[in-house]
């Protein structure tokens, strides 16, 4: 069980949420063991939320307010704490997450990953894919995307490897100027020892990860969890038979990837060829994440 913490319930509405959850629960005369067990996920996620070390979910608060009898309270408390998210809904969580985890594996087999995304490719990319969105809020996308990168300030944890497909870095989300600004960037946190990188040549041919956008995270006190991405919707994985299968085929992907330095040759290697042309290339489709 998660031991409570001293909460200031009035610091956040995540704060407040789980100092509610608390009070409901123990009103309830149950453990968190016994409340996770009704609502189907573990007590010590329950104790996690409780004390805001975890964001809140709709379903979950949904089963919960079922089980404690609170007519809609939680519900409405988790869709608060949804508003104040900088990211869309169905990757709030998954970007907090981030933020706990020990280390984050991810493969990219078309786009870039959010959080090694410049500027100027994250804001073409949100162009392409929400065409409609007001200026303002393209900016306000971009920026909440280039702020999660601050999980690289940090030299030792979380410890990140991608494995991007080759096509990744030769598909066009912004013009050629910002494709290899891009990819520099890529290959400057991997020289940097900050993360590490592989490719996946087109000359691989189908491996055990085609067609995927996903993320693999590791935490100290928690089950390991997978998330599934698409262009504007997301799946966030937990059981431990399904995270264990894509594990699997990560480790699996790395044995047909190129080593970490002939990935970083490649990747400087396409940056340069953006750079030897002036003319433009189109916006591309992707992952709003």
Request: with cysteine; net charge negative; hydrophobic share 40%.
């Amino acid at each position: 069980m998660v031991q409570p913490k001293e909460l200031n319930p009035f610091d956040s509405p995540q704060s407040f949420y789980g100092a509610e959850l608390r009070r409901l629960r123990e009103k309830a005369g149950l453990s968190q063991e016994a409340l996770g067990e009704r609502v189907f996920c573990s007590g010590a996620y329950v104790g996690q939320i409780e004390s805001a070390n975890r964001r809140p979910q709709l379903d979950l608060s949904q089963r919960m307010d079922s089980v404690l009898n609170t007519g809609g309270h939680l519900e409405r408390l988790c869709r608060m704490v949804l508003k104040t998210t900088k990211h869309a809904e169905y990757f709030a969580h998954v970007a907090e997450l981030m933020t706990q985890a020990a280390a984050i594996c991810e493969f990219a087999a078309q786009i870039l990953p959010g959080l090694l995304q410049s500027e100027a490719y994250a804001r073409a990319l949100i162009r392409a894919t929400s065409p409609l969105l007001a200026d303002r809020q393209v900016e306000e996308r971009v920026h909440a995307r280039i702020e999660r990168a601050v999980l690289f300030d940090d030299p030792t944890t979380p410890q990140y490897w991608a494995i991007l497909h080759e096509a990744a870095l030769r598909t066009g989300v912004c013009d050629r100027a910002g494709m290899r600004e891009q990819l520099l960037h890529i290959a400057e946190l991997a020289r940097s020892r900050r993360i590490m990188v592989q490719i996946v040549p087109f000359s691989a041919g189908a491996h055990p990860l085609a067609g995927s956008a996903l993320t693999l995270m590791t935490f100290e006190d928690a089950p390991p969890a997978v998330y599934l991405e698409g262009a504007h919707s997301g799946h966030l994985l937990d059981s431990p038979a399904i995270v264990s299968e894509y594990q699997r085929s990560y480790d699996c992907a790395r044995a047909v990837a190129l080593s970490p330095g002939a990935s970083l040759t490649l990747m400087e290697s396409v940056a340069e060829e953006y750079g030897r042309h002036e003319h433009s290339a189109g916006p591309g489709h992707g992952s709003v994440a």
